[in-house]
């Protein structure tokens, strides 16, 4: 079984928000989560210094972290607007770039994913940002219908990680779908809306389904987790992310990236 990380990008600065509720949503659940025990006053007081500071991406950091353990991750940006994801194409581009000269694999990360025509718009403004022929995508909020992947295909995207189920890569058409196995928010905020997870739960549900991946044959096991979250003010996300990194390691397993991965299945076929 070989490990695929990647990152979504949802949030590049805060003054990007100034139209939308995600603000006052933020102070609202880090308030919940404060009262209830779940984070610390000083990850409180550090969520409000990063709205101060204007920074809500961790992406240097992160970077930093996976090439100095060797993880080859893929971090999926958009290039449109919706659902909580405002940043300008500027800033897209910016970091699209960055990140390719870090030698780290970019992808799209998706607003538009039941019709055709706004999902070929986002292929084609990425492909002009990056300057890439060839890439992926993963949707934001893994949103998708029935002929979302069909789409994709037809768009052109050459992989896909979108559903959230337990099964190895299949295809359709050119287009390889390497199923999302692990989501940061979903061991944090189990069914719900803040974190109700410590750290310690988070590890034990993360061993059972490694465990559980590793005995069903899983070949290709993909793990998502939020630059946002690479941070000390979600202190317990960030320690998971590294913890499960190391535990990763240390039982043995090979790190690959998506585009690695689909070579190795089209070789195969
Ligand atoms: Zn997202």
């Known amino acids: 079984m070989k490990i695929i990380i990647s990152h979504d ?152 990680s979108t559903s959230y189920k337990f099964e190895n890569p299949y295809r359709i058409g050119n287009l390889w779908e390497f199923p999302l196995h692990i989501m940061d928010g979903y061991f944090f905020n189990s069914n719900g809306k803040w974190q109700n997870q410590t750290l310690e739960q988070a590890k034990e549900t993360t061993k059972t389904k490694i465990d559980l991946a590793f005995s069903n044959g899983i070949k290709y096991f993909t793990i998502l987790f939020h630059d946002r979250y690479f941070s000390d003010s979600f202190k317990s996300w960030k320690d998971w992310y590294i913890w499960m990194v190391n535990y990763l390691k240390d039982n043995g397993f090979d790190f690959i990236n998506y585009r690695k991965a689909l070579q190795q299945l089209e070789s195969k076929e």
Not at 14 to 32: N, Q, T, Y
Not at 140 to 147: C, G
């Open 9 to 160: 990008v949802d949030l590049i600065t805060a003054w990007e928000h100034k139209m939308d509720p995600m603000i006052p949503k933020f102070i609202v659940r880090s308030s919940i989560e404060l009262v209830i025990g779940k984070i610390s006053l000083t990850e409180y007081f550090l969520r409000y210094n990063e709205l101060l500071r204007n920074k809500l991406h961790n992406l240097e950091e992160l970077m930093k972290f996976d090439r100095e353990n060797d993880v080859p991750s893929t971090f999926f940006i958009g290039v449109n607007k919706g659902h909580g994801i405002c940043y300008s194409l500027e800033n897209a581009e910016h970091w699209i770039k960055k990140i390719t000269k870090e030698n780290f694999d970019v992808g799209v990360h998706g607003i538009e994913f039941d019709n055709l025509e706004g999902i070929t718009k986002e292929h084609e403004t990425f492909k002009q940002l990056s300057g890439l022929s060839k890439f992926g995508i993963r949707m934001h909020y893994l949103r998708n219908s029935q002929d979302t992947l069909t789409f994709l295909n037809e768009a052109g995207y050459i992989f896909d």
